[in-house]
């Protein structure tokens, strides 16, 4: 699935765009509601996701995602180490 996709997915998931409420606002959702925040920002996230890998495959770098929290994260593309870099396909160096 392509990230454009995701993001068309999570605009179906999500059509009343409750990501774009303030903390205080989500918090307070019915469940319902809260199900359908949580979908639209999982498919927005993994669709982010996807792009960071794409650019990172692209220049040839590795993407470090170093976890903040049971749900944050911080990512950085680095050089890639080269006990990795020796597991990619020949056609892609």
């Known amino acids: 699935m392509t990230p454009q996709y995701l993001n068309e997915l999570a605009d179906l998931a999500d059509p009343d765009e409750l ?6 606002a989500q918090r307070d959702l019915p469940p319902e509601k809260r199900k359908q925040l949580d979908a639209g920002v999982t498919l927005r996230r993994y669709a982010a996701h996807l792009t960071t890998l794409a650019g ?4 040839k770098e590795s993407v470090l995602i170093t976890p903040l929290s049971s749900c944050g994260q911080a990512t950085m593309c680095v050089e890639t180490p080269p006990r990795h870099r020796k597991l990619r396909r020949t056609d892609d160096l």
């Open 56 to 59: 990172a495959l692209e220049r």
């Open 19 to 24: 990501w774009r409420l303030g903390w205080e």
